[in-house]
């Protein structure tokens, strides 16, 4: 056996050599071929950080280091735009949870028409958060063809106000960011090995027994990768908030606090203090979230196939 393994090490060397190759030029073609992807994140995305954070620590009204949050945070009007980005954020990001969990679910098996459904629901990402806006303004609108449908069926008298609320706001995030969460979640649960799904059926498990045991906790992976892509952008929220909203009341989102600091008080220093507690808010969600998949889920990323 030993001779056997000293062959196959050996052929091993022998191969490597003929083709040109050393453990050391590996290394440097691996390096290679990730340089570009480091260089991107450090020039998209490590640099500007570290920029913004030096300039909020800089504030130009002065006041010490730290002025720029010690005003932010003793602002109530200022500290009350992270209230209301979470009351719009986190109930798009569970509705659309709630919608496209099932939905993924039954569509994970060979169905007719699944091409042109999911085309169906990936269409709100072609069109973009503005284009949706102004087709809500003009489909639920008080003269809008929502709202005359129900008074032509008598359904209402007196036009249901869809738009320029929270309630309106939260719509067209959910339209937006639903086919991102519908698509992670469809290509996850389909890696999910049916033949455990088979395994349940032949010993009389139901079918909300087999969702519920079999794939929803293998699921957790996928549902806590979609959960937290679909509150990083609907956190983010900035153009619905002003043209579906009332920007100077409840949709007063910490966005739009960042771009009033920025561009109407022409103070970038404390706009990027508000991008940093932005910031911060949303790693601190995500840090949560993926403890709490680490806590329900300990097996492989794939989630049913090892």
Do not use: C, H
């Amino acid at each position: 056996m030993a001779r056997g393994m000293q062959s196959t090490v050996s052929t091993a060397r022998n191969a490597r050599r003929i083709a040109g190759f050393s453990p050391s030029r590996a290394n440097w073609m691996s390096l290679a071929m990730i340089a570009p992807a480091v260089i991107l994140v450090l020039a998209l995305f490590i640099y500007p950080l570290v920029y913004g954070l030096r300039l909020s620590l800089d504030p130009q009204t002065g006041g010490g280091l730290f002025a720029n949050y010690a005003n932010f945070f003793t602002d109530a009007r200022e500290r009350a735009t992270i209230w209301n980005t979470l009351r719009l954020a986190l109930p798009a990001t569970f509705i659309n949870l709630a919608i496209a969990i099932p939905l993924a679910y039954r569509m994970r098996r060979v169905v007719r028409g699944r091409r042109l459904i999911t085309g169906l629901f990936v269409i709100p990402m072609t069109l973009g958060t503005v284009l949706i806006a102004q087709g809500m303004l003009s489909f639920f609108g008080p003269a809008g063809w929502f709202n005359k449908t129900l008074e032509f069926l008598r359904i209402t008298d007196d036009p249901i106000r869809l738009i320029y609320n929270k309630t309106g706001v939260i719509i067209s995030l959910t339209i937006a960011e639903f086919p991102v969460v519908f698509l992670i979640l469809l290509g996850f649960v389909s890696g999910i090995d049916p033949n455990l799904e088979r395994a349940a059926q032949m010993l009389g498990a139901s079918g909300w027994q087999r969702f519920r045991r079999i794939i929803l906790p293998l699921m957790i992976p996928g549902i806590a990768t979609a959960l937290a892509l679909s509150f990083v952008m609907t956190f983010a929220v900035f153009p619905s908030a002003v043209m579906l909203g009332q920007p100077a009341g409840e949709t007063r989102v910490i966005a739009f606090a960042a771009w009033q600091a920025a561009y109407e008080r022409f103070d970038f220093s404390a706009a990027s203090a508000i991008a940093i507690i932005m910031a911060s808010i949303e790693v601190l969600v995500l840090a949560v979230v993926l403890g709490a998949r680490s806590r329900l889920y300990r097996g492989p990323a794939t989630g049913g196939k090892g």
